[in-house]
């Protein structure tokens, strides 16, 4: 009912104008009032011939709609169509690009973004700035610095990117990833250790006293009344139940700290390389 009374208006607009150029301000509005739905439907709906530089906008628009409700890949064709006579075009390039970029399409968003054909600042630096972001994400540090360092750190409006990205950077060089094999082998010398070296201290100290706990009980009943008799028995299968899974645990809980520690700087060189293009284009 909705879609259907936007297509009313908009021809009652249309007639009203007897001008194709009238819809560009109306599909604006709505861009402006966050009707990206509908503005993807009016643009599809319209069968009509434009010029070049109407056709341009169009594109522009709809990639932008489909880009605010997250439809990266069919905001990233709508956006490649804008061509370079229009002053949608950089915008419509970058924000391509970033599409990528968070769809991890690293090879297409590299290739979009450099064959921008940008002379001069603040464009060029901006230009790095994005590709220094994809090599970090594909953790090729070295070629990240040396991208970032063609980036003009006194332009105001990614100054501060630049010096977040740098310390990504910095971090990486003394992160020491911890090895989930070293983790499983340290419980399995002493029960608990590997908790300890993935940072888990109170969870190791834990797992420590319950597994050495178990083991006593289990010895003591062997030593006392045999292996088997049913309380050897049971405390054994606790104590063998107890180291098994302390150290699969210590192997797991490196894992998922590693995993965690990736995701977190994953996010953060998405979230800097997304605050320049708007500081640029809004």
Known sequence: MKYASLVVFMLMVRLALGQNKSELPFIEHLINKGFYNEVVHLIDRDSLNHGQ????????????????????EQSTISLLKVEKESPFYLKSRFFAGYNQIFLENYAEASKIISQLNVHGEPHLSLVNFELSGIEMLQRNWPKAKEQLQQV???????????????????????????????????????????????????????????????GLIAWENYRKLGIDHVKTILFGGIFAASYISNIYGSVISVKIIENEYNDATHNQILFQLHIPLRNFFE
């Open 53 to 72: 530089a109407q056709q341009d906008s169009l594109n522009y628009y709809k990639g932008w709609a489909h880009y605010s409700l997250k439809n990266l």
């Open 152 to 214: 003009n750190p006194d332009i105001a409006t990614i100054n501060q990117q630049v010096a977040a990205l740098s310390q990504v950077c910095k971090e990486q060089e003394i992160h020491r990833p911890k090895s989930p094999f070293l983790a499983g082998m340290f419980s399995g010398i002493i029960p608990g250790s590997g908790k300890i070296y993935a940072g888990k201290t109170g969870e190791g100290i834990a797992s420590m006293i319950a597994t050495t706990g178990f």
